[in-house]
């Protein structure tokens, strides 16, 4: 069975710290997909980034940089220069290939509090 | 583009009543979703539409739980009765449907979901 593990489960920094979240998956499956969910406390899940398998490219996204390891199943999300705005719980997701990928697994979530 | 749209945002309920959730996904998203998101931890997936199609319901708790997608647009997540345990965040979100196999991994679109607490 497919299961995401996000061992912080609350991180607090200083405002222009860098942060870095931790997501550790298990599958079994050779191809999937994985996947950063941002909640902020309006509620509404918002889709960061998506990356399947056979891509082990590291993706820098302005402040925003994630780092895919297959050897040890794990994808981290790291926040550069982090600001007030980046509060937020993060998710990270599994696809499960079973499902034609259509079905996430989420891990439980990093709570990020970035303080002024 | 309007994004998912949920109501009610916050449902407040005595145990053993009935209740219900819409969902309004997308447009042109063919693919819905209905999530369990309890109090510090993830979303899980209590139900997916392909269309009208219930493609995997395994999580739905069919005793009390139910929902329908008529005419593959929006969708109703009921629950009767309700119990002190149902209390946690609905989520729905949409995505685009699979047009062949080799279509996978589409990025899920979420509603802000409703709040139920039930007492």
């Known amino acids: 069975a497919q299961k995401v593990t996000q061992a912080q489960t609350e991180i607090s920094v200083v405002e222009k710290e860098d942060v870095t979240l931790d997501c550790v998956y298990e599958?079994?499956?050779?191809?999937?997909?994985l996947f950063w969910y941002k909640q902020p406390p309006s509620g509404e899940l918002v889709f960061l980034i998506r990356?399947?398998?056979?891509?082990?490219q590291n993706e820098i996204s302005g402040r925003y940089s994630w780092n895919f390891q297959k050897s040890t199943s794990s994808f981290n999300f790291t926040i550069t220069a982090s600001q007030v705005v980046d509060s937020a719980v993060y998710f990270c997701a599994l696809s499960d290939p079973l499902q034609g990928a259509q079905k996430l697994v989420f891990g439980q979530g990093t709570r990020l509090t970035i303080n002024p | 583009e309007a994004g998912v749209v949920q109501s009610p945002r916050y449902k407040i309920i005595e145990k053993k009543q009935p209740v219900a959730f819409w969902c309004n996904p997308i447009?042109?998203?063919?693919?819905l979703y209905w999530y369990l998101q309890n109090l510090g931890q993830g979303p899980e997936l209590l139900i997916r539409?392909?269309?009208?199609?219930?493609?995997?319901d395994s999580q739905l708790p069919k005793d009390r739980f139910s929902a329908e997608r008529l005419k593959g647009v929006d969708s109703t997540l009921k629950i009767q009765p309700a119990e002190l345990g149902d209390s946690a965040v609905y989520l729905c979100a949409s995505s685009l449907g699979r047009a062949s196999q080799t279509q996978v991994g589409n990025e899920q679109f979420f509603g802000p979901g409703t709040r139920l607490t039930v007492l």
């Open positions: 447009s042109g998203h063919n693919t």
């Open positions: 539409y392909e269309n009208e199609e219930a493609v995997d």
């Open positions: 599958t079994r499956d050779t191809t999937y997909y």
């Open positions: 990356r399947n398998s056979f891509d082990e």
